[in-house]
Every structure is written in structure tokens, then in C-alpha cells.
């Protein structure tokens, strides 16, 4: 089981004084034009490049990138994909999953992971997620294999490693192939290796919202099997080596030399900028500690052998979405990932399932809210943050 991270009660990271009066300046989820003005010139600069060399899909910056990444991430190979979701969907075919196998997967997560096996023809089967992590639950795969199981699907949620180990070995032991959905993920670790390194395929996201984001939509996949890193490069290609000669059907699912250059210089930057969220999160539990509202706010959790790299930063809280009109009143802005599970969502109702079947997403769903946490936020819009909090709470 997961384990909550204590808080220090030593040195304690600076804290804005409180303001003469309320601050209401509106503060965003997520400021993506504060990333861009830290690294224009870099960006700019690679952007040009790609334009002088008029070599925009695939290509030298696609390739660069793909070493890069499988480098950073511990595989031998790496292959660029249109987008985190065509990553799992990739994966599965290169695997030749389909129609009548079924892969076992989490219901609380973003859409593009049970769609992806969905529309290879494949059988989502869903499994209940641990309280403490929101990732899937280890303990209650083995009940969900049936004949037909071909794969496991763990999702790294919000920055945070799967329990991995339990998972590896149920997979071992029925010899399942492990697709890691990362998406949410780079850069995490679990007992000191990156995730997207455990499975047969890892697959990662890089719409601009995440840790490292491109321009517009892009994905990898990182895999440890020389053939299947061929097979995914033919799919995402139409099942082409040579022009207009096609092994098998594929699909368009190419990675643009632009969102590579961009994210080749995101990718000097990630370590730094993990660091900033993680030093985010830590300085969050502080001001939560000494705003005592540990009696109804509940902080995100990390077991001793994951490393998180919070993607988001998410607490769980009773009467959330009248805190969440509180706190855009006084002009911040949060989320919440997911407000209702993938089990109970009309796509899915062809599976059968009702409400109740898997409890632990549900609650998680009914009280998960995500709050500021990118790099470039300040001591003093946290402190705001925790203390719009507090008062919400002291008020009721």
C-alpha cells in the first residue's frame, strides 16, 4: 500500500506574507506563456531551423528526439507517434491485440486509455483503483484474467509510478504482455528506473499540458523489443517502408519535426523544471500542515519507492464543487481529473456496468480536485491558494 509522505517539521521552504488586502488577481490553472517567455530564443531558434530545412514530417529532429527520449527513459528503442493516445493504440496493434482479447486497465483515467483498446476490437476490463495513489489497484488484477486477457494496461496517474512489481509479476505469470499508459509520467521513477522502461511498451503523451508538451499533439513509445519498435514504425507510416509499397495497414500517426525540435529543447529543461513541481508539492504540504486542515483536506500520497513528478497536483476534499466556485470567486483557477469514471460514462455502457462496481474511482471522482502546480507559480500564489482554502473551511 501506498504510503503519505510526512511532513517536515523543520526547515520550512519561505512563505509570502498575507497581503494587506484580498488578492483576487486571477491566477491560471496552468501558465504555458511563463514556460515559453523562459526559453523563447531556444525555441524560436529550433523552430527556424526547421523551417530553412523544409523537412517538417519525420525526419533528422524526429530521429534526434527518439534517441533522446529512449536515452532519458532507459530503452533501446523509442518511435514518435501523432499523439499520447495513438501511442496506446499503436502499442496494442503492434501486439496484435484485437477483436475478442481482452486488456485489463484502470476506469479512472483520461478516455484515450480504454478507447485505445476499444477500438483495436479489444475488451477494456476494468479493475478498481488504491485510495492512497489513484492508480490501479495490484491486488485485484489477478481476479479480472480471464482466457482471453492479453494485456495490462497501468496508468501512471497525474506523475505518479503504478505499483509495478505485484503487476510485473501477475503479467509473468500468465504471460501477459505490460503496456505502461506514461502519458501523464516522464521523468517518474520507480525503484530508481523510469517508468516506460518496465513493459513491453511505454507510451507517452506530449500535448502541451504536460511535463514536456509540444506545440499541439504528439506521442512516443518507448519499447525494449527491437521487432515490435519495427512494427509500430510500420504502422504509423500506413504500413510503408518504401514509397507506395505496403506490408501491412497501417496508419497516419507521424510525428511532426517541429513539435520534435520544440520538444528537443523542452527536454534539456525537464529535470529542472520536475524539480520546481516537486519542490511545489513539498512547500504545498507545509502550508497545509500549518493551516491544520488536515482534519478535512487530503494530500496526494507517494509510496517510499516512486519518485512523482506531479503532472498534477491533486487533493481530495468534502464538498468540492463549492470549493471550486469559493476559489474561482476569488480568482483561482483548479480542475478536476475525473469528474466521472470511464465505467459509468455512456461510450462505455455497451460493457455493462454500473454504478457501484468500482467503488474506489467513484469516490475518487467525487472528490478529487487538482490545484495549480506548474514550474513558474510563486510562494505567494500558494500560500494564497492554501489559505483560500482554509478559509472556505473555517467559514462552514
Same mark, same amino acid.
Given at each position: 500500500?501506498?504510503?503519505?509522505?510526512?511532513?517536515?517539521?523543520?526547515?520550512?521552504?519561505?512563505?509570502?506574507?498575507?497581503?494587506?488586502?484580498?488578492?483576487?488577481?486571477?491566477?491560471?490553472?496552468?501558465?504555458?506563456?511563463?514556460?515559453?517567455?523562459?526559453?523563447? /530564443?531556444?525555441?524560436?531558434?529550433? #523552430?527556424?531551423?526547421?523551417?530553412?530545412?523544409?523537412?517538417?514530417?519525420?525526419? *533528422?529532429? #524526429?530521429?534526434?528526439?527518439?534517441?533522446?527520449?529512449?536515452?532519458? #527513459?532507459?530503452?533501446?528503442?523509442?518511435?514518435?507517434?501523432?499523439?499520447?493516445?495513438?501511442?496506446?493504440?499503436?502499442?496494442?496493434?503492434?501486439?496484435?491485440?484485437?477483436?475478442?482479447?481482452?486488456?485489463?486497465?484502470?476506469?479512472?483515467?483520461?478516455?484515450?486509455?480504454?478507447?485505445?483498446?476499444?477500438?483495436?476490437?479489444?475488451?477494456? #476490463?476494468?479493475?478498481?483503483?488504491?485510495?492512497?495513489?489513484?492508480?490501479?489497484?495490484?491486488?485485484?488484477?489477478?481476479?479480472?484474467?480471464?482466457?482471453?486477457?492479453?494485456?495490462?494496461?497501468?496508468?501512471?496517474?497525474?506523475?505518479?509510478?503504478?505499483?509495478?512489481?505485484?503487476?510485473?509479476?501477475?503479467?509473468?505469470?500468465?504471460?501477459?504482455?505490460?503496456?505502461?499508459?506514461?502519458?501523464?509520467?516522464?521523468?517518474?521513477?520507480?525503484?530508481?528506473?523510469?517508468?516506460?522502461?518496465?513493459?513491453?511498451?511505454?507510451?507517452?503523451?506530449?500535448?502541451?499540458?504536460?511535463?514536456?508538451?509540444?506545440?499541439?499533439?504528439?506521442?512516443?513509445?518507448?519499447?525494449?523489443?527491437?521487432?515490435?519498435?519495427?512494427?509500430?514504425?510500420?504502422?504509423?507510416?500506413?504500413?510503408?517502408?518504401?514509397?507506395?509499397?505496403?506490408?501491412?495497414?497501417?496508419?497516419?500517426?507521424?510525428?511532426?519535426?517541429?513539435?520534435?525540435?520544440?520538444?528537443?529543447?523542452?527536454?534539456?529543461?525537464?529535470?529542472?523544471?520536475?524539480?520546481?513541481?516537486?519542490?511545489?508539492?513539498?512547500?504545498?504540504?507545509?502550508?497545509?500542515?500549518?493551516?491544520?486542515?488536515?482534519?478535512?483536506?487530503?494530500?496526494?500520497?507517494?509510496?517510499?519507492?516512486?519518485?512523482?513528478?506531479?503532472?498534477?497536483?491533486?487533493?481530495?476534499?468534502?464538498?468540492?464543487?463549492?470549493?471550486?466556485?469559493?476559489?474561482?470567486? /476569488?480568482?483561482?483557477?483548479?480542475?478536476?481529473?475525473?469528474?466521472?469514471?470511464?465505467?459509468?460514462?455512456?461510450?462505455?455502457?455497451?460493457?455493462?456496468?454500473?454504478?457501484? *462496481?468500482?467503488?474506489?474511482?467513484? *469516490?475518487?471522482?467525487?472528490?478529487?480536485?487538482?490545484?495549480?502546480?506548474?514550474?513558474?507559480?510563486?510562494?505567494?500564489?500558494?500560500?494564497?491558494?492554501?489559505?483560500?482554502?482554509?478559509?472556505?473551511?473555517?467559514?462552514?
Amino acid at each position: 500500500m501506498a504510503t503519505t509522505v510526512p511532513v517536515s517539521q523543520g526547515d520550512r521552504a519561505p512563505t509570502a506574507p498575507p497581503p494587506k488586502d484580498v488578492d483576487r488577481t486571477p491566477l491560471q490553472f496552468l501558465d504555458l506563456k511563463a514556460q515559453f517567455l523562459s526559453i523563447k /530564443e531556444e525555441v524560436l531558434g529550433a #523552430v527556424e531551423s526547421v523551417f530553412e530545412s523544409q523537412q517538417f514530417i519525420l525526419g *533528422k529532429e #524526429v530521429q534526434l528526439l527518439e534517441r533522446e527520449i529512449a536515452a532519458y #527513459v532507459g530503452t533501446p528503442h523509442a518511435a514518435g507517434c501523432a499523439s499520447g493516445s495513438d501511442a496506446l493504440y499503436l502499442s496494442l496493434l503492434a501486439l496484435r491485440i484485437g477483436r475478442g482479447d481482452e486488456v485489463i486497465t484502470t476506469p479512472f483515467t483520461f478516455v484515450a486509455t480504454a478507447g485505445a483498446i476499444a477500438r483495436t476490437g479489444a475488451k477494456p #476490463v476494468f479493475v478498481d483503483i488504491d485510495s492512497e495513489t489513484f492508480n490501479i489497484d495490484p491486488r485485484l488484477i489477478e481476479d479480472a484474467i480471464t482466457g482471453n486477457t492479453r494485456a495490462i494496461m497501468p496508468v501512471h496517474l497525474f506523475g505518479l509510478s503504478a505499483d509495478l512489481d505485484p503487476i510485473l509479476r501477475t503479467a509473468d505469470k500468465h504471460n501477459l504482455a505490460v503496456v505502461e499508459d506514461a502519458a501523464q509520467a516522464i521523468g517518474a521513477t520507480y525503484n530508481g528506473r523510469q517508468v516506460g522502461s518496465f513493459g513491453l511498451c511505454g507510451c507517452f503523451s506530449f500535448f502541451p499540458s504536460k511535463n514536456l508538451g509540444c506545440a499541439g499533439d504528439g506521442g512516443m513509445i518507448t519499447t525494449t523489443d527491437a521487432k515490435v519498435d519495427d512494427e509500430l514504425r510500420l504502422l504509423r507510416a500506413h504500413g510503408s517502408r518504401k514509397k507506395y509499397q505496403y506490408e501491412i495497414l497501417g496508419t497516419n500517426s507521424r510525428l511532426d519535426a517541429l513539435h520534435a525540435a520544440i520538444l528537443r529543447v523542452k527536454l534539456r529543461h525537464l529535470n529542472s523544471w520536475s524539480s520546481k513541481r516537486a519542490e511545489h508539492a513539498d512547500l504545498y504540504r507545509q502550508l497545509f500542515a500549518q493551516s491544520n486542515l488536515g482534519y478535512v483536506v487530503r494530500l496526494p500520497s507517494t509510496p517510499e519507492k516512486c519518485t512523482h513528478v506531479y503532472n498534477q497536483f491533486v487533493i481530495r476534499v468534502p464538498r468540492r464543487e463549492e470549493l471550486r466556485e469559493f476559489l474561482s470567486s /476569488e480568482g483561482i483557477a483548479t480542475d478536476v481529473y475525473y469528474p466521472s469514471p470511464l465505467h459509468v460514462q455512456p461510450a462505455f455502457s455497451y460493457l455493462g456496468h454500473c454504478g457501484g *462496481k468500482f467503488p474506489e474511482a467513484e *469516490k475518487a471522482s467525487a472528490d478529487v480536485l487538482a490545484l495549480p502546480i506548474y514550474p513558474e507559480l510563486t510562494p505567494h500564489n500558494q500560500d494564497r491558494i492554501v489559505r483560500a482554502i482554509a478559509s472556505f473551511y473555517d467559514s462552514k
